[in-house]
């Protein structure tokens, strides 16, 4: 069974541009975490999707935006990218099972470099 | 709002020892509780899931213990070696808008 899987793994932009990193969960989970990991910092929490439906953001300005489609896969959208935006983006997937939460499964990231 | 706190911060220790990390959290009202562990680098890989109505998971080494009602899980690591060394973070996935709540982690080194 595939894991989560997230696109590009490395990614270079340049301050003002958009950048858009996409995340596959694994088949059945209806649920994608987005987390910034900043060097040397914890995982700080963005977005949250689960059924096509935004269900929480973390403190973040609007220019960090995302969505999920009908097929559960996820976008990050980061626009006018700032260069403290330079930090490994992780997205996570579960889902509820109707009885329990199944155990949530990382991607290996997407590091973006802004210069 | 969920918070969850993980002390120590960082633990360095000799190869071979019995070891606990210790996890809490704020909103008993959980789905179930994570353990994972992150090398320099890299993404989380999940070590164990506790549901809200277990009390403990083992795989190997590790053995990750639950208790709601005082908001705490441990994870205890035996006999540990170099390749252990990482860091160690616990998730409580909560109810409604919280999500998925991460601790900062426990940076472990184990000496050889």
């Known amino acids: 069974e595939a894991g989560v899987t997230q696109s590009p793994t490395h990614l270079i932009k340049t301050r003002g541009q958009q950048a858009t990193l996409r995340c596959s969960p694994i088949s059945g989970h209806t649920s994608v975490y987005w987390y910034q990991q900043a060097l040397g910092l914890g995982l700080q929490f963005l977005l949250w999707?689960?059924?096509?439906?935004?269900?929480n953001r973390g403190n973040f300005p609007p220019r960090f935006s995302g969505r999920q489609f009908p097929n559960y896969s996820s976008e990050l959208n980061v626009n006018a990218l700032e260069l403290e935006d330079s930090a490994l983006y992780l997205c996570a997937s579960s889902s509820f099972t109707g009885t329990e939460n199944t155990e949530a499964f990382f991607g290996q990231g997407t590091r973006l470099t802004v210069v | 709002k969920q918070e969850v706190t993980q002390i120590p911060a960082a633990l360095s220790v000799p190869e071979g020892e019995n070891l606990v990390l210790n996890c809490s959290f704020t909103d008993s009202a959980i789905y179930n509780l994570q353990w994972f562990r992150q090398d320099p680098g890299k993404g989380l890989t999940s070590l164990l899931l506790i549901q809200s109505s277990q009390r403990e998971q083992t795989s190997g080494r590790l053995n990750a213990s639950l208790d709601k009602s005082s908001g705490r899980s441990t994870l205890y690591i035996a006999a540990s070696q170099p390749g252990d060394s990482a860091t160690y973070l616990c998730a409580a996935l909560g109810g409604g808008a919280d999500g998925l709540t991460f601790g900062k982690g426990t940076h472990l080194i184990i000496q050889p």
């Open positions: 999707y689960d059924e096509g439906e935004e269900r």
